[in-house]
């Protein structure tokens, strides 16, 4: 395998256990644009992790979990999205990485950043609290990226990859997410660097991805975060 340059990780899901706190977010959420869908009526896969889980690696992207799992409407599908980092932020659930994801980070002797759609003041709070912020190089959250430019569109990963490098051309870079639309992603930024790069995707299977019925598949898939470390050795 190539030399890698790089690695770029996803947050939820994938460094962080971030379902309880978006959870109870997203009913926050529905309780302004989808009263209706609260309470007695609140979806089945926001009553428990397991279900949340669930739907969240079956739905292709967030718009789809919205309104296909969620039962909301396009329009109020369109008028959650800009509240997602205002609401995020007002939470206080605590949120924890994954078992090992600290010592992964800090032994990868590398560029490292993270494109995401949480917020990338939540993202920084986390790293801070973990003491391995300055092991990345570059955060992108949603509120960096235009609304049309959300994942999987590559606008998010370029951007990224753009605060770590002058010039982008021969680089290979892994990208590591827990969801199809992260295997897509990858492959955008892909189509998006010059002729001699690459973008590896591997996939966190560990917070539960089931990468079988999946249109865009990974090169990698890890059960646990040190396992990325031996793929970087390849």
């Known amino acids: 395998m190539r030399k890698i340059d790089a690695v770029l990780w996803d947050y939820d899901g994938t460094l962080v256990n971030s379902v309880p706190k978006n959870i109870d977010t997203t009913i926050q959420i529905l309780s302004v644009v989808a009263p209706r869908l609260t309470n007695g009526n609140l979806p089945d896969c926001l009553k428990t992790e397991e279900a949340y889980h669930i739907a969240n690696h079956q739905a292709k992207n967030w718009q789809d979990l919205y309104v296909n799992y969620y039962g909301m409407t396009e329009e109020e599908m369109l008028e959650a999205g800009p509240l997602w980092t205002e609401f995020q932020l007002k939470n206080t659930t605590p949120v924890d990485l994954f078992s090992e994801i600290e010592q992964t980070i800090k032994a990868i002797d590398l560029p490292q950043g993270i494109c995401s759609q949480n917020s990338s003041e939540n993202i920084m709070g986390v790293l801070n609290k973990y003491q391995i912020s300055s092991k990345m190089n570059a955060v992108i959250g949603y509120d960096d990226v235009p609304n049309n430019m959300q994942k999987p569109f590559p606008f998010g990963g370029i951007k990224c990859l753009?605060?770590?490098?002058?010039?982008?051309?021969?680089?290979?870079?892994?990208?590591?997410?827990?969801?199809?639309?992260?295997?897509?992603?990858?492959?955008?930024?892909?189509r998006e660097l010059c002729e001699n790069s690459k973008v590896i995707a591997v996939t966190a299977m560990y917070s539960g991805a089931n990468t079988k019925k999946w249109k865009y598949q990974p090169d990698f898939e890890i059960t646990k975060p040190s396992e990325l470390l031996e793929i970087l050795k390849q």
């Open 162 to 190: 753009e605060q770590i490098y002058d010039r982008l051309e021969n680089k290979t870079i892994v990208y590591v997410g827990d969801h199809e639309g992260d295997v897509e992603f990858a492959r955008n930024i892909e």
